[in-house]
């Protein structure tokens, strides 16, 4: 376990992760970098999440997608925001392709820019959670250390990785982007399933396969496991 698995168990104050309360070293082993801004003081959030979510009628969570491309990730994203938004939840759709045009522009596709996408994606994620958001993420997110990282920010019973998945052959054969078929004909690196590996969720909250459900089911599917947990009310 690295030092932001142990974020929760190390700090008093929900939200606050141990890198923060406090900042020292130069590395945690596994290539994340240790907090640089040592001489900050951390000053704790200025409403309660717990008064927000009050307000807003639901409690918060984050949903975080991951998948190949192609998989359906953002497609099963966007309805399912759309209906928890006509529901009256707040929500917040964090998307990969939108981060990298904006917040992760700088970053390539290594294995180390990776890590730094789905860092700052978490983080984001935890802020607009901390401000009682149901925040739906969809990343492809391929390897396991990373998700373990985005978890550790979120308290236990209000993240789900759901796992989007898809037979890479039919990935391949939806190419919405035509990504695949530059991948392999050597025109992009390091892609995922093509040339950089993925790795499975080993227990993910849920599973939904888009290769044998329709985008409906999913979301139908997500919305009850909401309500059963107590996330969102049934009207």
């Known amino acids: 376990m690295n030092s932001y698995s142990l974020s929760y168990l190390q700090n008093p104050e929900p939200g606050v992760p141990a890198e923060i309360a406090d900042a020292s070293g130069d590395s945690d082993g596994e290539g994340n970098a240790a907090a640089k801004s040592s001489n900050t003081v951390w000053s704790g959030w ?7 979510e009050k307000r807003n009628g639901h409690q918060a969570a984050v949903l975080w997608l991951t998948g190949f491309s192609g998989a359906g990730k953002s497609t099963i994203a966007r309805l399912l925001e759309s209906r928890l938004f006509e529901a009256g939840c707040w929500t917040m759709l964090l998307d990969g392709d939108q981060l990298r045009h ?34 739906i993420c969809a990343f492809i997110s391929p390897f396991i250390r990373d998700r373990r990282f985005v978890r550790s920010l979120i308290p236990e019973k209000s993240f789900f990785e759901v796992y989007v998945k898809c037979d890479l052959e039919t990935c391949i054969k939806r190419d919405p982007h035509g990504l ?16 950089s590996p993925y790795e499975e969720p080993p227990a993910p909250e849920i599973v939904v396969e888009t290769d044998l459900q329709d985008v409906e089911q999913v979301v139908d599917l997500l919305m009850q496991r909401l309500m059963r947990e107590d996330i969102i009310r049934k009207k």
Do not use: P, W
Request: with cysteine; charged share 30%.
């Open 180 to 195: 695949y078929k530059k991948a392999l004909a050597g025109e992009i690196a390091e892609f995922t399933g093509i040339s």
């Open 102 to 135: 904006g917040l992760c522009g700088d970053l390539g596709f290594s294995e180390q820019d990776r890590q730094e996408n789905i860092r700052r994606a978490g983080e984001v994620a935890r802020l607009f959670f901390e401000a009682g958001h149901i925040v």
């Open 46 to 52: 200025n409403i309660l999440r717990a008064t927000r």
